[in-house]
């Protein structure tokens, strides 16, 4: 079992930043690639990026990359999304999740390839 719980979220200005972080207990982190999802009012549950169990490598949606950064502490049990140039299309609640063991489906942002999700903080960007 993994737990995960999100923190930072909040309202922010388009072209603001914020940094989501996730801690994780249980199981052993580095056991689990991570990934960020966001789920906006009345739309599907969405892939944003994620992480190799070591951190070496980071995938990222289109509309994210290169304003987004996932990285991971395995000596804190952390990953941690850096929202730069926010725009309020990037309105959601955002999600934390721990990738199947073994999964190498994570990095194609696959929901049903990852197995333990947070609770979820609401990230709101005003124009």
């Known amino acids: 079992q993994v737990q995960l719980e999100e923190s930072g979220g909040g309202l922010v200005q388009a072209g603001g930043s914020l940094r989501l972080s996730c801690a994780a207990s249980g199981r052993t982190f580095s056991s689990n690639a991570m990934g960020w999802f966001r789920q906006a009012p009345e739309k599907e549950r969405e892939f944003v990026a994620a992480?190799?169990?070591?951190?070496?490598?980071?995938y990222y949606a289109d509309s994210v990359k290169g304003r987004f950064i996932i990285i991971r502490d395995n000596s804190e049990n952390a990953v941690y999304l850096q929202m730069n140039s926010l725009k309020p299309e990037d309105t959601a609640v955002y999600y934390c999740?721990?990738?199947?063991?073994?999964?190498?489906?994570?990095?194609?942002?696959?929901?049903?390839?990852?197995?333990?999700w947070g609770q979820g903080t609401q990230v709101t960007v005003s124009s």
């Open positions: 992480i190799s169990r070591s951190g070496g490598f980071q």
């Open positions: 999740a721990a990738a199947r063991t073994g999964s190498r489906g994570y990095t194609k942002g696959l929901v049903g390839e990852y197995e333990y």
